[in-house]
């Protein structure tokens, strides 16, 4: 499973070093993409629980069902941890509000770079 490179119409999924990173390449995200993207990242660890990153810096718009989805057990079922990289520090503040009310089960944080997403999701690769 490491250093595997996997894609469909939504999303880009790659194993470096213990984690999976994921790229959305789509501007919105709605419901029938969260799912589609999230059946495919289930296809691809095969239920082993793993720490991830998604880049959605290039995402303009997600809809609440959508952020209510990814909230769920059902969404989360396979991370371990989730580092999401936003465009911007504004994005990240309506992130962080919108998680108070929709807490994951699992650990979860906002970045606007890479390098400081990695330093905290390498903590779960131990």
Known sequence: MENNFYENDFVSLEFRDKILYAKYKVSTIDLNAAKNATKFRMSI?????????????????????????????????DLLALAVI??????????????KFY?????FKFFTSLNEAVEWIEDFTK
């Open 45 to 77: 660890t095969n239920g082993k629980k793993v720490p991830a990153i998604v880049d959605i810096s290039s995402v303009k718009h997600v809809d609440k069902a959508t952020r209510i989805f990814f909230s769920s057990s059902e969404a989360g079922r």
């Open 86 to 99: 936003l465009s911007n520090p504004v994005t990240r503040m309506m992130g962080n509000f919108f998680i």
């Open 103 to 107: 807490q994951p089960e699992y650990p």
